[in-house]
């Protein structure tokens, strides 16, 4: 039976939309007018030849049941019961081709079935070549198997029939731009750690939207499956078998263990039997924004608060934030004022594009402005996370050069401006949809979630993290957390951060009422007074200078208040917060900290010859991993890396010696280094120009170097790698086993990720 007479025996039923929830997918339709109408838009047809085209028996009645269903769901964009079906009337009918080119359509859809595309696709182009369309479906099916030359010419192939302008010749062009970067991108993988969550995190639903306080010891996200409040409901939200499942926020806390706790709905007052979705956590972890819609609203931007453990009823956003069109993720930065939002409303550059909205006197949220075209483009961008640096941006996008559905990007703000966004990379980026990138703030690992079938996934959505969150560059960061205590009693209280420059405050931030917790994080380039404030207290002051700040460092501070002649036990023993900084900078500051003593001869460590069948042989004998996730600014853990690595040396890596880094360099002065030579100077993307000084062949003689800088009263110097001449720190190369215990377990399990890399 020819696609045109499959199509004509098709009984469309009105669609009823159900609410649109968090996770949308855009519903398109095609129009082609060429040989082959296979994709028309259908209005409802109810054939008065029926009987006659079918005839009386049972079997074609039932087809023709079966098909009706599986173009509902299809329509319904319930790609799984639509594919279930079309199997079904393959196997009832098998010289119907439109049949099989719909299950085609819908395994497309399906990363679990996706492998299966090619060969649907070819089957149809062999029973029916007059229908040009599916040369533009064997490129989709092509691309999705990473089989990128292949998709480009089966698009210019159908780029070469002259179809008619609209959506499926625009879409045409934009997957072959995707196999274009896909080819590009996938000649080299990143060298990361990607993990599944697993349980109790992950289950058969679904689970999306994955945020992180920035002490990254709560994990909230949204879910959707039968655990969901209401269970299966229609689009009146009763309870119906033929129903769908909305979503639910559900919230985990950290085990004393690092492992995730078993999660529990975060409250009756914010999961309801309508979408409620996880979109964003304020830094200090008081804060939670929501996304919520119902068959009356199309999808809004909410905030609750957390009053000791109990988070506040959603608090709709105003009309400068929230609009009659789609709005549904947002993320604000670590000094509350700028909220980075997605929405749909017309005037931007695609149908989704993202904006930033500034906090008003009053606490109002101002007119949004559009993040522009370096940001934006005329395909959907979402999911900001702007990271507590204030600097740094992800999002999820379908345009700039992404290899397949949404990949993850990220752009730097430089003088005021957003550079170009950066690709992540592959197999962080696949041809399946990845979104919702969070990090935490020292930016060693990262969450998102994707809907892959590889790395314990199985094609529904689920989060995972990957380590290190940023390879090359860490933020420059000051994060202060701890608790507030009143006599000795974890209370509630205000802390107004001021810069000092200025007078600007940042803030107010709130310690936890409960526990006394708080959370704030600081870009460098000031120095700040904190001011803690409880009401019936006195109140406190202490000043934080990072004016000079050049790594992240994390400050543990505790502050005591006291009142009605109450003895603080703490006034004597409690360090002030420049000391505590001062600490964590002045790492190992002598020559006896060091395994070796210093003397002026020059030391150089043999270097393993560069035709050596492996260069980097002698690291594989090495042990890393007592050191991971471990401070290098803890003397014995730093002593325990030299002793690791003493003497080893490879002729692909090099070691330098930071000395400093500055946002004006010009403000830099290095007279007293001069003896050791003129200092290389770096401008990163980041807008900051880092300082080091020599090249060395090995982590034990660039030790050495740094131990002369600190003798020379350069008490942060550090040491950073270098591979093929990307930047490392040495917390990246402990996480990737300096580059070959990783690499070499990717190679044992490319099995595993063939969903990645698909052999040519």
């Known amino acids: 039976m020819s696609f045109e007479r499959a199509r004509l025996l098709t009984y469309r039923c009105k669609k009823v939309n159900n609410p649109p929830g968090h996770l949308t997918l855009n519903s398109k339709h095609f129009s082609i007018s060429k040989k082959g109408e296979l994709l028309k838009r259908f209005s409802i047809l109810i054939l008065l030849s029926l009987f006659s085209i079918f005839g009386y028996a049972q079997k074609k009645d039932n087809i023709s049941r079966i098909a009706e269903d599986a173009e509902m769901h299809m329509d319904d964009e319930d790609w799984d019961k639509a594919y279930e079906l079309y199997d079904k009337l393959t196997k009832l009918d098998p010289k119907t081709t439109y049949f099989k080119f719909q299950k085609g359509r819908c395994a497309l859809k399906l990363p679990e079935k996706k492998e299966e595309t090619i060969q649907i696709f070819e089957e149809v182009r062999k029973e029916s070549p007059e229908d040009l369309i599916v040369l533009y479906y064997l490129g989709r099916a092509y691309h999705s198997n990473y089989k990128f030359d292949e998709a480009i010419k089966f698009f210019d192939e159908f780029l ?3 179809p008619e302008e609209g959506y499926i010749k625009g879409e045409a062009i934009h997957y072959k731009d995707n196999s274009i ?8 993988m990143v060298e990361a750690d990607i993990r599944n969550l697993g349980a109790p995190i992950n289950s058969n639903g679904n689970e999306y939207v994955p945020v992180i306080s920035t002490d990254e010891s709560m994990l909230i996200y949204t879910y959707k499956g039968s655990k969901s409040t209401g269970g299966l409901q229609n689009e009146k939200f009763n309870p119906s078998p033929d129903g769908v499942y909305y979503e639910d926020i559900l919230i985990s806390r950290k085990n004393s263990d690092s492992t995730w706790g078993e999660p529990t709905g975060i409250s009756d007052i914010i999961n309801t039997n309508h979408n409620d979705a996880s979109i964003a ?5 008081q804060e939670l924004y929501t996304f919520y819609s119902d068959k009356k609203n199309g999808g809004d931007i909410y905030v609750c608060h957390l009053v000791g453990e109990t988070w506040s009823k959603p608090e709709v956003l105003g009309p400068n934030i929230n609009t009659k069109y789609w709005e549904g993720s947002c993320s604000i930065t670590a000094d509350g004022k700028s909220l980075y939002f997605a929405s749909e409303r017309p005037g931007g550059f695609g149908k989704r594009d993202m904006y930033v909205s500034k906090r008003q006197a009053d606490g109002s949220w101002g007119v949004a402005e559009n993040l522009g075209p370096t940001i934006n483009t005329k395909y959907d961008d ?28 990220y752009s730097i703000k430089k003088d005021g401006r957003w550079i170009e966004p950066t690709n992540m990379g592959f197999p962080l980026n696949t041809t399946d949809d990845d979104r919702y990138y969070v990090i935490t703030a020292k930016g060693d690992r990262g969450y998102f979630s994707s809907n892959r079938k590889s790395i314990g ?41 001021v810069k000092k420059s200025t007078g600007e405050v940042i803030g107010p931030f709130l310690s936890n009422a409960k526990t006394g917790k708080y959370l704030v994080a600081l870009s460098p380039g000031e120095n700040y007074t904190f001011k803690i404030k409880a009401e019936t207290f006195p109140d406190y002051q202490e000043d934080f200078d990072i004016a000079k ?5 994390e400050v543990h501070k505790d502050f005591h208040l006291a009142k009605d002649g109450y003895i603080d036990p703490h006034v004597d023993t409690t360090k002030k917060m420049n000391e505590l900084l001062s600490n964590l900078l002045d790492t190992i500051t002598d020559a006896s900290a060091y395994n070796h003593p210093i003397d002026t001869t020059t030391k150089t460590n043999p270097l393993i010859p560069e035709n050596s069948s492996d260069p980097c042989a002698a690291f594989k004998a090495l042990d890393f991993t007592a050191l991971k996730n471990k401070s290098l600014n803890n003397p014995e853990v730093y002593r325990m890396l030299l002793k690791i690595g003493d003497k080893v040396s490879c002729s692909r890596m090099q070691f330098k010696v930071q000395i400093a880094a500055y946002r004006t ?28 000084q020599g090249t060395f062949n090995s982590l034990d003689d660039a030790e050495f170097q740094r131990q002369f800088a600190i003798g020379k009263g350069q008490k942060d110097a550090w040491i950073v790698c270098f591979v093929e001449g990307k930047r490392y720190t040495l917390e990246e190369m402990i996480l990737l086993d300096f580059f070959n215990k990783n690499v070499t377990e990717f190679n044992k399990n490319l099995q595993l990720i063939r969903d990645h890399i698909v052999a040519e």
């Open 382 to 409: 979402d999911d900001p996370f702007i990271h507590p640096d204030g600097i740094t941006l992800f999002f999820s996008s379908q345009g700039h050069k992404s290899i397949g559905g949404f990949d993850i990007m």
């Open 665 to 692: 360099p010009q403000n830099y002065k290095w007279d007293h280094l001069k003896e050791y030579g003129t200092p290389e100077q770096i401008n990163y993307p980041d807008g900051i120009t880092r300082f080091t």
């Open 160 to 162: 070469a029939t002259n």
């Open 281 to 285: 956590l304020s830094p200090d972890g």
């Open 181 to 188: 970067f896909g080819k590009n991108l996938t000649k080299t």
């Open 549 to 553: 700040l050049n790594k992240f460092v």
């Open 457 to 497: 996934g199985d094609g529904t959505q689920d989060i995972y993290t990957v380590t290190p969150g940023i390879i090359g560059e860490r933020p420059v960061l000051a994060m202060i957390l701890g608790h507030v205590y009143g006599n000795d009693i974890p209370m509630e209280a205000h802390l107004e951060v």
